[in-house]
């Protein structure tokens, strides 16, 4: 089995929404605090906020003066932007696809076994355990083409096709999962940088610098270029797919951040005004990376897809067996007299 991807306990569910939401809540009571005790940050405000409202007025009058006054009252207004936009980070949630990793494990297990010394493979489900029995039974028992022909191009090929199945259901599980830890990073990512962002705000003087805050976006999920153990010479090898096991060994959720040694983004400004433009550009770029990861995930899944519908091809035009199916024995279609002459039992 792949590794596992378990969901950080603060990221899941009420939990992630409610710290989500609350930090979001702190920082814009901190801009909207900081605007209003630091002088540089209000006459950016002013600037952004009466001036583009009213270009018309001149600085100074008293009608501009009137409206300063009414956008102090405002100045909430001007950082209705923030909770709603941190809260589209609550979708989507990286449970949401627990299901189908779940299924695609139960998948694994029906077609769980091992080769023997002979490299025939048994499985371990009761059902696949008749698989190297029937085999036996049709040896002992019967003789004739038809026999030779179930045997050889029906039971043999499903010593490979069976793993396979197993492998394939794996290989598929391990797309999912880089999906979700990349949606667990993006989670993480979102939390650090409201952290950093009330941190920022909340360190405006300039003696304070020193300790900016810093802000990392998510790390790339590892790419492979097998899709797993399959029997030899099948064509599979060449398609570019996620590694699960590499992925999360680099950490489901980001580093903690070192504010000294991070060569990343930092959100620190001399104003409010400077903060929200660091922290939209922070935004977009996460945005950016969590889109390119996504695609690492659809491309892996689609060369999977296609690799697959090239290695049934044969077998559905031409009913030949393949690495993932088999073709339909002789026997299936035969006439009575056919069978009773392609078929016969030992005595």
């Not at 990349?182 to 993480?188: A, L, M, S």
């Not at 959720?253 to 070192?258: C, F, L, T």
Request: net charge negative; glycine share 6%.
């Amino acid at each position: 089995m792949p590794s596992t991807a378990t969901t950080p306990a603060h990221l899941v569910g009420t939990t992630f929404r409610t710290a989500l939401t609350g930090k979001a809540a702190r920082l814009r009571d901190a801009l909207i605090r900081k605007t209003l005790e630091d002088y540089a940050s209000w006459e950016r405000a002013i600037d952004d906020e009466v001036v583009r409202r009213h270009p018309e007025l001149r600085i100074g009058t008293q009608t501009y003066l009137q409206e300063v006054e009414a956008f102090r009252g405002r100045i909430g207004d001007h950082f209705d932007w923030v909770v709603p936009t941190f809260e589209t980070f609550l979708t989507p949630d990286p449970d949401d696809v627990n299901p189908a990793i779940e299924m695609l494990g139960t998948i694994q297990s029906w077609f769980d076994g091992k080769a023997d010394a002979t490299e025939k493979w048994t499985g371990t489900n009761p059902a696949l355990v008749r698989v190297n029995d029937v085999r036996a039974e049709m040896v002992a028992g019967w003789r004739g083409a038809f026999t030779d022909n179930f045997i050889d191009h029906f039971v043999s090929p499903l010593q490979s096709v069976l793993p396979n199945q197993r492998n394939l259901a794996q290989l598929v599980q391990e797309q999912l999962t880089c999906n979700k830890v990349i949606y667990i990073q993006r989670r993480q990512s979102i939390i650090d940088l409201l952290d950093a962002s009330i941190f920022a705000t909340q360190n405006l003087a300039a003696d304070q610098k020193a300790d900016i805050a810093k802000w990392a976006t998510i790390a790339a999920v590892a790419a492979g270029t097998t899709l797993g153990a399959f029997t030899t010479g099948i064509g599979l090898t060449a398609a570019l797919v996620l590694d699960a096991g590499g992925t999360i060994a680099q950490g489901l959720v980001p580093e903690k951040v070192d504010k000294k040694a991070l060569n990343g983004f930092d959100i620190e400004g001399r104003t409010t005004a400077d903060i929200c433009a660091k922290i939209s550009i922070a935004i977009g770029t996460l945005e950016r990376d969590t889109y390119g990861q996504e695609q690492q995930v659809a491309s892996a899944l689609r060369n999977i897809t296609q690799a697959l519908e090239r290695l049934r091809r044969p077998a559905v035009l031409f009913n030949v067996s393949g690495p993932f199916s088999v073709e339909t024995p002789a026997l299936a279609g035969a006439t009575a007299a056919e069978l009773t002459r392609n078929l016969k039992p030992r005595r």
